[in-house]
């Protein structure tokens, strides 16, 4: 492991941030959700521009709030972008695309799906 875990207190901490957008595809970021909550040491984190914030699903239906600022999360150690219409608006979102370039030094994984 490097130093960077160590910061964190136990070598086995992960965190694991999952930008949020509206129109995205709830099965990107739910699915993964639902997979490595439940692994123990690992953190998941919906990310928006401040924490609470609601970001509508592509469906239109489900709504889901970030747990999270991008402020707040400063090491991730993997970035999971979820897919959906609403990915070409936020790729040309300053706030998201400099977030990324910041943290994209310490990253361990990027996934987009």
């Not at 709030?65 to 790729?91: E, K, N, R, W």
Request: glycine share 8%; hydrophobic share 45%.
């Amino acid at each position: 492991m490097d130093s960077r875990h160590e910061d964190r207190g136990s070598p086995i901490d992960v965190v694991v941030a999952i930008p949020l957008f509206d129109r995205f595809t709830a099965l990107d970021a739910i699915g993964p959700y639902e997979l490595l909550h439940v692994v123990p040491g690992v953190t998941v984190l919906f990310l928006g521009q401040e924490a609470g914030q609601l970001y509508v699903a592509d469906n239109g239906m489900l709504k889901l709030p970030a747990t999270a600022s991008f402020a707040d999360v400063t090491h991730p150690d993997i970035l999971l972008v979820p897919g959906g219409p609403g990915c070409f608006v936020a790729a040309k979102d300053p706030a998201l695309i400099s977030w990324i370039k910041q943290v994209s030094t310490y990253l361990y994984m990027y996934v987009y799906m």
